[in-house]
């Protein structure tokens, strides 16, 4: 399990040996099944997620419909607001299939970044570059059509149209199924014509 995570590390700084055996040591690794509920609207936690093998999902309820707004697979991580500012979460947290997650807290980060100071520079590192991808992938999305988003899904993330339900795709591209299925025909026929 440790692999895929020391994996993406790599992609920012090579560890030492001491510091891969202290993040081993930290017993971080969790096994989930499908369908788990890691949080619900209006819990508190103060735990981060990173993806190892599986696919989570945020979403909220309104008026008892779901509405989708992200997805996390492999490599990808996944920090809660209610894990920053301590507040009730205002969305869900579920898995999509059977997980395998690295799971941190506040505490857990603070003892090994003293310990560790890389691992802080390196966590800055990732978080704003993620920010900046989430930042970008709003505009995105606030400006295209649910056709070009559901074009960008294709083109970006292909795996989740087979991995995730279609009525969860659909909620995420702020669709109904129907109109999902509207949309793949459209398209299928263009790529026939």
Same mark, same amino acid.
């Given at each position: 399990?440790?692999?895929?995570?020391?994996?993406?590390?790599?992609?920012?700084?090579?560890?030492?040996?001491?510091?891969?055996?202290?993040?081993?040591?930290?017993?971080?690794?969790?096994?989930?099944?499908?369908?788990?509920?890691?949080?619900?609207?209006g819990?508190?936690?103060? #735990?981060?997620? !990173?993806?190892?093998?599986?696919? +989570?999902?945020?979403?909220? *309820?309104?008026?008892? /419909? $779901? =509405?989708?707004? %992200?997805?996390y697979?492999?490599?990808?991580?996944?920090?809660?607001v209610?894990?920053?500012?301590?507040?009730?979460?205002?969305?869900?947290?579920?898995?999509?299939?059977?997980?395998?997650?690295?799971?941190?807290?506040?505490?857990?980060? #603070?003892?090994? !970044?003293?310990?560790?100071?890389? +691992?802080?520079?390196?966590? *800055?590192s990732?978080? /704003? $570059? =993620?920010?900046? %991808?989430?930042?970008?992938?709003?505009?995105?999305?606030?400006?295209?059509?649910?056709?070009?988003?559901?074009?960008?899904?294709?083109?970006?993330?292909?795996?989740?149209?087979?991995?995730v339900?279609?009525?969860?795709?659909a909620?995420?591209?702020?669709?109904?199924?129907?109109?999902l299925?509207?949309?793949?025909?459209? *398209?299928?026929?263009?790529?026939?014509?």
């Amino acid at each position: 399990m440790e692999s895929q995570l020391f994996d993406y590390i790599a992609q920012y700084i090579t560890l030492t040996d001491e510091e891969r055996n202290a993040i081993i040591a930290l017993n971080l690794f969790r096994r989930y099944p499908k369908n788990t509920l890691l949080l619900r609207q209006g819990e508190r936690s103060n #735990k981060s997620y !990173f993806v190892l093998k599986g696919c +989570l999902r945020c979403f909220y *309820l309104v008026e008892g /419909e $779901e =509405k989708t707004t %992200e997805f996390y697979t492999e490599s990808q991580s996944l920090s809660p607001v209610c894990a920053v500012n301590n507040e009730p979460s205002e969305y869900y947290i579920d898995c999509v299939e059977d997980c395998i997650l690295s799971v941190g807290t506040p505490d857990l980060e #603070k003892d090994t !970044f003293e310990k560790y100071p890389r +691992l802080q520079s390196l966590c *800055l590192s990732i978080s /704003e $570059e =993620k920010l900046a %991808e989430n930042q970008a992938s709003y505009f995105r999305f606030k400006n295209s059509t649910a056709e070009q988003r559901y074009l960008h899904l294709m083109e970006n993330r292909p795996e989740l149209l087979n991995r995730v339900p279609q009525h969860q795709i659909a909620s995420y591209l702020g669709v109904q199924p129907e109109s999902l299925s509207r949309i793949r025909k459209r *398209l299928a026929t263009r790529r026939i014509a």
